[in-house]
């Protein structure tokens, strides 16, 4: 269910190519859209980090029968502005398993080699049959006070290219291919919440953090993650949550250590992180956020 991978994954994928057929997808708006206001509602969709997710190791031990004790961005987010919260996310999706709930996913529908997830065994902070994508069309008709969607997807599918590949996924080729269909299915999702929803309200990118600011090659996987996010995102008229730089100025004084800095799980001993951001690290999430959206 971890949403980041190792260090040894360096990304030097080039981005020009993500951006490729990107506007045929998307449909321009110029109507700017409605204000976040007390009471109206937020959509989130994502992955463990969105999720709230707590490795086991945890102290104390994560209740994962009880969603509500995972309090992610977006239940910080919405608590803040007094918001209505639908948090769709789930530990381990990628971004082929939000579209396809029989997709490869690093632990949430299935996992590698097992038809066995987290939502076969536990409760999601949301109750629905299918595809994330899926739940986020309905709800997006059903609820015409929808005033913000969140997304923040794709580092599963690092996992799962490390775990599926014979050299971890390190050579360009693959990373480039893995960036190209991270990005092909941000577009299919957002021109889905679009022109299939027909939503016409705040749409905003969470952006990963890095788990050591102090590391390039850690900081080159977030990086590029991101830009890959960013880039394909941009043609359906989104915000961008700096994730990334939120933390990274919380870590500053921490030698950039974002586990120093108590920014990440703490695994039951001093220096000892999980790589799902702690309360603190949920709170600077939500904090970039709300830097993002209009009000």
């Given at each position: 269910m971890t949403p980041l991978v190792p260090a040894r994954l360096m990304l030097t994928a080039t981005f020009a190519l993500l951006l490729t057929a990107s506007g045929a997808l998307a449909k321009s708006t110029s109507t700017r859209p409605a204000p976040l206001t007390p009471g109206s509602r937020y959509?989130?969709?994502?992955?463990?980090?969105?999720?709230?997710?707590?490795?086991?190791?945890?102290?104390?031990?994560?209740?994962?029968?009880?969603?509500?004790?995972?309090?992610?961005?977006?239940?910080?987010?919405?608590?803040?502005?007094?918001?209505?919260?639908?948090?769709?996310?789930?530990?381990?999706?990628?971004?082929?398993?939000?579209?396809?709930?029989?997709?490869q996913s690093n632990g949430c529908e299935n996992a590698i080699g097992?038809?066995?997830?987290?939502?076969?065994?536990?409760?999601?902070?949301?109750?629905?049959?299918?595809?994330?994508?899926?739940?986020?069309?309905?709800?997006?008709?059903?609820?015409?006070?929808v005033r913000l969607v969140s997304l923040m997807i794709g580092a599963n599918d690092y996992f799962v290219c490390l775990r599926t590949t014979k050299d971890g996924c390190t050579s360009k080729s693959e990373q480039q291919a893995l960036l190209i269909k991270i990005a092909h299915n941000v577009r299919l999702?957002?021109?889905?919440?679009?022109?299939?929803?027909?939503?016409?309200?705040?749409?905003?990118?969470?952006?990963?953090?890095?788990?050591n600011y102090a590391q390039a090659a850690v900081n080159a996987q977030s990086l590029a993650l991101d830009h890959a996010l960013d880039s394909a995102a941009k043609p359906f008229h989104v915000e961008i949550a700096d994730g990334y730089g939120e933390l990274k100025a919380a870590a500053l004084h921490f030698g950039g250590s974002t586990c120093g800095a108590g920014l990440l799980t703490q695994l039951g001993s001093p220096g000892n992180c999980g790589v799902h951001p702690s309360y603190a690290g949920q709170a600077l999430l939500a904090q970039a956020l709300a830097k993002a959206v209009r009000f």
């Amino acid at each position: 269910m971890t949403p980041l991978v190792p260090a040894r994954l360096m990304l030097t994928a080039t981005f020009a190519l993500l951006l490729t057929a990107s506007g045929a997808l998307a449909k321009s708006t110029s109507t700017r859209p409605a204000p976040l206001t007390p009471g109206s509602r937020y959509l989130a969709l994502g992955d463990s980090v969105t999720f709230g997710y707590m490795e086991g190791q945890v102290v104390p031990k994560p209740n994962y029968k009880d969603a509500a004790s995972f309090p992610g961005y977006p239940e910080q987010f919405g608590a803040a502005q007094h918001v209505i919260v639908a948090n769709a996310s789930c530990p381990g999706e990628t971004s082929s398993s939000l579209i396809d709930v029989k997709a490869q996913s690093n632990g949430c529908e299935n996992a590698i080699g097992s038809s066995v997830g987290y939502r076969t065994a536990f409760p999601l902070h949301v109750k629905y049959k299918g595809s994330q994508l899926a739940y986020a069309l309905g709800y997006l008709q059903a609820h015409k006070n929808v005033r913000l969607v969140s997304l923040m997807i794709g580092a599963n599918d690092y996992f799962v290219c490390l775990r599926t590949t014979k050299d971890g996924c390190t050579s360009k080729s693959e990373q480039q291919a893995l960036l190209i269909k991270i990005a092909h299915n941000v577009r299919l999702i957002l021109s889905s919440i679009r022109n299939k929803a027909h939503y016409k309200g705040q749409v905003a990118i969470v952006n990963y953090y890095s788990l050591n600011y102090a590391q390039a090659a850690v900081n080159a996987q977030s990086l590029a993650l991101d830009h890959a996010l960013d880039s394909a995102a941009k043609p359906f008229h989104v915000e961008i949550a700096d994730g990334y730089g939120e933390l990274k100025a919380a870590a500053l004084h921490f030698g950039g250590s974002t586990c120093g800095a108590g920014l990440l799980t703490q695994l039951g001993s001093p220096g000892n992180c999980g790589v799902h951001p702690s309360y603190a690290g949920q709170a600077l999430l939500a904090q970039a956020l709300a830097k993002a959206v209009r009000f």
